[in-house]
């Protein structure tokens, strides 16, 4: 399956983002989707996870209630949206694909969980 990401910008402290990742090639249905960030310098972290049905979804600490993941599978597209964004914010955006497995719920915060990556999309905040 292709991941295509979008939505990233440059947005002042306080302000929302709504990222998209959008798949092809597989039936989208049958994955389990997950957000990842990256700073240079830095690993990549988890933000955000979201079953194939849309029914579970597990956050990062640091969200703390500022971003919400959904999904949509009819338009094969997984979103992130994020409101009172600071400029710790900043990063690249990942989303990731997992085929629907019951050991993703152990693994669904881990880069390794996933088998699929999109390119990335640029998430700048300034202060």
């Known amino acids: 399956v292709q991941l295509q990401a979008s939505g990233g910008g440059l947005v002042q402290t306080g302000g929302s983002l709504k990222l998209s990742c959008a798949a092809s090639g597989g039936t989208f249905s049958n994955y389990n989707m997950g957000w990842f960030r990256q700073t240079p310098g830095k690993e990549r972290e988890f933000v955000a996870s979201i079953s194939w049905t849309g029914s579970s979804s597990s956050y990062a600490d640091f969200v703390k209630g500022r971003f919400a993941i959904s999904r949509d599978n009819a338009k094969n597209t997984v979103y992130l949206q994020i409101d009172s964004l600071k400029p710790e914010d900043t990063a690249a955006y990942y989303c990731?694909?997992?085929?629907?497995?019951?050991?993703?719920?152990?693994?669904?915060?881990?880069?390794?969980?996933?088998?699929?990556w999109g390119q990335g999309t640029q998430v700048t905040v300034s202060s």
């Open positions: 990731a694909a997992a085929r629907t497995d019951s050991t993703w719920y152990s693994t669904h915060r881990k880069e390794y969980g996933y088998d699929y």
